[in-house]
């Protein structure tokens, strides 16, 4: 990247695909991050920019990198493999780190009780993943297609959609008369087909049509 397409990232702030650092200072917090990158669309780490967007740059490069790729092959499963670029504004060094949308998803990060959590990026924070995320996410890595057979249930929820606009994963399982675990798998197969859409809130996941 040249200095304009990372000022231009800097103007627009962080979001989904955009994280900013003033430094490294912790493994199982960056690991979360890239790991909600590389469970979503993918995304970059500036490092040596506060949250702000003051470009600060940073003191020690290979401190940086260190950090990163420790928690990238220690603190993610599977492993992730960052793509460093060095980008320098005068004498300030803003060390730019890609993580790619991986197709061995769902990722994990090593989190501080010594517990695998994945998550994903909504909006600029790294979330954790309910169990359909990860149940889509597992799904749609694979190779298989999604057979969906319209019964009641599928069609009974695409109905409800169509009036009320959404539904979480509670109203669903009271609007089929089932448990949630079969409300769960019905969500699931509607989204790998892409009928419906998950909408993940830091507060709240729900579903609605597409």
Known sequence: MNKTNVKKLIFEGE???????????????????MVSFANNKGGKLLIGVTDDGTIKGVKSDDEERYMITKA??????PALEPVFEEVYFDDKLVLVVEITSSELKPHYALAEDGK??????????SVLASKIVLEVLKRSSNDQGVLIEYSENESTLLGHLEKAGRITIKECSELLKVGRRRAQNVLVDLILSGLIKINTTE???????C
């Open 72 to 77: 990238a092959h220690f603190f993610s499963r």
């Open 203 to 209: 507060k709240e996941e729900y579903y609605t049509a």
């Open 116 to 125: 695998w959590w994945a998550y994903v990026r909504v909006k600029d924070k």
């Open 15 to 33: 979001g989904v695909t955009v994280d900013f650092k003033k430094t490294i200072t912790s493994c199982e917090k960056i690991a979360r991050t």
